[in-house]
């Protein structure tokens, strides 16, 4: 138990089909994150969300819509990706955004065909 | 500007031998630096992080990294390497301007433990 769950583990989706990865946090942090982690690559930082308020955003395609309803609570709107979106999706929290420690849920496996 | 480079995307040891694993940083300020481990078909696991205090850090599962200024490196040491420690290990470096986003990562070393 990581205190960051992430549903569904794995998803094949369809690039036409419309889905979404959540993640919940239950260890109080204020800030959360989705990372994209692809095959040979470096974890790739995708947004950023700190009390609720997206303050980053790193050039990441539309496709990828990111929603915070609340501190503990973070999803992530797929539609219409491409095959090379394929990746584990990993949702993390940290006390706030300056610098704390990360935690890491174990993530979603995303493949589009 | 930061980053993190690890040396050796692949390294193997035999069960009992020493675990290495290299890390160097880059940072114009004094960092936080991190290893994480990463089982397969797991998440990011916290292994120890350094915040400035004792430059010897001891993490879980008799993991400990070493913060060498002059070096710049903070490589992960475990005197004798178990079958249960076969994962990807990233190090990581976090700037202390207060932003989320300087956290990077390094390309990660999979650490195989031969019988």
């Known amino acids: 138990e990581t205190g960051v769950t992430q549903t569904p583990r794995h998803l094949v989706m369809g690039m036409t089909n419309k889905k979404s990865l959540k993640c919940e946090q239950h260890?109080?942090?204020?800030?959360m994150y989705w990372y994209k982690q692809s095959a040979k690559k470096p974890l790739e930082l995708m947004f950023v969300y700190n009390f609720k308020e997206q303050t980053e955003n790193n050039s990441v395609p539309s496709r990828f819509s990111p929603e915070c309803p609340n501190s503990s609570h973070l999803f992530l709107h797929l539609h219409t990706l491409q095959p090379e979106d394929s990746a584990l999706y990993l949702c993390?929290?940290?006390?706030?955004?300056?610098?704390?420690?990360?935690?890491f849920g174990e993530g979603s496996w995303l493949t589009v065909v | 500007a930061q980053s993190v480079t690890q040396l050796g995307s692949h390294v193997s040891v035999s069960e009992g031998a020493l675990v290495l694993l290299r890390c160097n940083y880059s940072?114009?300020?004094?960092?936080?630096l991190f290893w994480y481990v990463q089982y397969p078909n797991q998440g990011l696991q916290l292994l120890l992080k350094y915040t400035s205090a004792a430059t010897l850090v001891k993490g879980i599962n008799g993991f400990e990294a070493e913060f060498k200024k002059s070096e710049t490196s903070f490589h992960l040491t475990k005197p004798s390497a178990h079958m249960s420690d076969a994962a990807e290990y990233f190090c990581?470096?976090?700037?202390?301007?207060?932003?989320?986003?300087?956290?990077?990562f390094g390309s990660g070393t999979q650490l195989t433990v031969l019988p």
């Open positions: 993390a929290s940290s006390q706030d955004g300056t610098g704390n420690t990360i935690y």
């Open positions: 260890l109080g942090h204020n800030a």
């Open positions: 940072s114009s300020v004094p960092p936080y």
């Open positions: 990581a470096v976090s700037d202390r301007s207060g932003s989320a986003r300087q956290l990077t």
